[in-house]
């Protein structure tokens, strides 16, 4: 059963690219507002970079959980990758360069790294749904 789960963790882990657009979902009091973002997969992590003032990080500063969803297509077959976490705000200046170097698209967005409208959220203690496409069971595991 764990080899099955690693080999599992490993072609999801293939299948995020540098950069990818998923649907990220947070909560605004009773109501999912939901939108497609950037998601940074850097060092096998989950990495958003946002507005300080945007509507995602003030959902995000009141209640740190998201999911998103990264929708997957091979031909006419379909799959999902889902994953479930915390969003983690991360002031570290060394870490907010190392991933301002890794999209590029933030210097259309922000004027560097001590921009005070940066605001870089990791997303830990993630939960993954994995449906390979074509497949009609979802697997579920723990990064």
Not at 47 to 59: D, H, Y
Request: neutral net charge.
């Amino acid at each position: 059963m764990a080899d099955m789960t690693n080999g599992i963790k490993e072609e999801v882990w293939k299948r995020f690219a540098k950069s990818q657009v998923v649907f990220l979902g947070t909560a605004e009091g009773e109501q999912p507002r939901v939108r497609p973002v950037t998601l940074t997969n850097f060092d096998q992590k989950f990495w958003i970079a946002t507005g300080t003032r945007s509507a995602k990080a003030r959902q995000i500063r009141r209640n740190p959980n998201v999911e998103f969803c990264f929708p997957l297509q091979e031909g006419e077959k379909n799959g999902y990758i889902r994953v479930a976490g915390i969003a983690e705000t991360i002031n570290d200046r060394d870490t907010k360069a190392k991933l301002a170097d890794q999209m590029d698209f933030f210097s259309a967005y922000w004027k560097g790294v001590d921009d005070p409208d940066y605001t870089l959220l990791r997303i830990t203690r993630v939960e993954v749904e994995y449906m390979c496409p074509g497949e009609a069971e979802a697997h579920t595991f723990i990064v």
